[in-house]
């Protein structure tokens, strides 16, 4: 499986985004997908996952009830819905597939995409 990050960009605290991960071959939907995060000299950090169905999610902390994390199979496609974003969301936004159930560790992936980076403003 191949993944590819986009939607990126510079937005002020406040504002949205939206990033898509779009995969390569005939077994997207069979995949556990995440979101993890990387800011300068810290860690990559849990986001979002979304079972492979759709139906379950799980969110940080730090992002529950401002990030939506969605799929759409028929396009191998997963978004990440990024509202009312704050100067500490920035960072490198990294999507991933796996196949452990709804797993917060980015040891337990797979497959990762490069990367898109989200640059908030204060």
């Known amino acids: 499986v191949q993944l590819q990050a986009s939607g990126g960009g510079l937005v002020q605290a406040g504002g949205s985004l939206r990033l898509s991960c779009i995969a390569s071959?005939?077994?997207?939907?069979?995949?556990?997908m995440g979101w993890f995060r990387q800011a300068p000299g810290k860690e990559r950090e849990f986001v979002a996952v979304?079972?492979?169905?759709?139906?379950?999610?799980d969110y940080a902390d730090s992002v529950k009830g401002r990030f939506t994390i969605s799929r759409d199979n028929a396009k191998n496609t997963v978004y990440l819905q990024m509202n009312r974003l704050k100067p500490e969301d920035t960072a490198v936004y990294y999507c991933?597939?796996?196949?452990?159930?709804?797993?917060?560790?980015?040891?337990?992936?797979?497959?990762w995409g490069q990367g898109t980076l989200v640059t908030v403003s204060s």
């Open positions: 991933a597939a796996g196949r452990h159930s709804n797993s917060p560790y980015y040891t337990e992936y797979d497959y």
């Open positions: 071959g005939r077994t997207f939907s069979s995949y556990v």
């Open positions: 979304i079972s492979w169905s759709g139906v379950s999610t």
